[in-house]
């Protein structure tokens, strides 16, 4: 019999590729979802959908810049609704854990008809080596509006395995994983682990919303996606989110990635040597 394609929407983001390279491992067919797929896929104009999800049994959702965005749920739920329409028997969405708004696009995709599975994830380890996060890192400052709350980061890798896991495997269907690493850290602990693995100092900085989102822009955001995204991030790193949750252990049967063990592996890439 030959299997069905899993469509992997944002397959060239952090949890995506990875999810992508999880299903070809198993040598399952993948097909990417990105303005640049083929055939393309592109959240902003609808037209492209059905193409993407002709001969498609499964979807994993991961919306671009997040699901705080406006349009963000109308946009999911389109796209799930189409999806089942399509018979699309899976779904599975990568979700943000505390995010008020982002509870919206996973009742939308609750409401698919198709089974659904919702990874919610922290912050994710590699934002300090491929996100948003490298050029502070490699300056040695890293600025936030997150004050002196602990955080669960999370590894990407972890996240992608459990969504690899809920779109080939049984059991997972209804599930809501709260995936995070193995223990709290604040910022300026996260800072001081990848200090001592590359060998250089990096130290953490709290700064208002409205200064992150100066800075956001000074990195090329634009203007109102910098304004949204420093308002989600001062409301969610306000404390909501400083507790571990199990999802990679029910998920996996593994227990997640430490952050120290993250850390002295990307160094040991030289991607923070500057």
Do not use: C
């Not at 060239?12 to 040598?27: E, I, Q, Y």
């Not at 609750?110 to 994710?124: H, L, M, N, P």
């Not at 308002?231 to 997640?256: C, H, K, S, Y």
Request: no cysteine.
């Amino acid at each position: 019999m030959i299997e069905k394609t899993t469509l992997v929407v944002g397959g060239t983001g952090k949890t995506g590729r990875r999810v992508a390279a999880g299903l070809r491992a198993r040598g399952l067919p993948v097909r990417i979802g990105s303005r640049k797929g083929d055939p393309p896929f592109d959240w902003a104009d609808p037209e492209t959908w059905e193409s993407a999800l002709r001969d498609v049994a499964a979807v994993y959702i991961a919306y671009h810049p997040d699901l705080a965005v406006p349009g963000a749920a109308e946009a999911v739920g389109g796209l799930a609704a189409r999806a089942a329409a399509a018979g699309v028997r899976r779904l599975v969405l990568l979700s943000g854990r505390g995010e008020e708004e982002a509870r919206r696009s996973e009742d939308a995709v609750r409401d698919s008809g198709a089974e659904w599975t919702i990874v919610r994830a922290s912050w994710f380890f590699q934002n300090f080596d491929e996100g948003h996060l490298l050029e502070p890192v490699l300056g040695g400052t890293v600025a936030l509006p997150a004050g002196d709350v602990a955080e669960p980061f999370v590894d990407a890798g972890d996240v992608a395995d459990v969504a690899v896991a809920a779109l080939t495997g049984p059991g997972h269907a209804g599930e809501v994983y709260e995936v995070t690493g193995p223990r709290l850290l604040t910022f300026a602990e996260a800072a001081a682990e990848i200090s001592r693995a590359a060998g250089r100092e990096v130290r953490y900085v709290s700064v208002s919303a409205d200064g992150y989102a100066a800075m956001l822009a000074e990195y090329g955001v634009p203007a109102g996606e910098a304004e949204v995204l420093a308002g989600m991030f001062a409301e969610i790193l306000d404390g909501r989110n400083a507790w571990l949750g199990d999802g990679v252990q029910r998920a996996l049967g593994r227990p997640p990635r430490d952050f120290a063990d993250y850390a002295k592996a990307a160094a040991a890439t030289g991607v923070w040597s500057g």
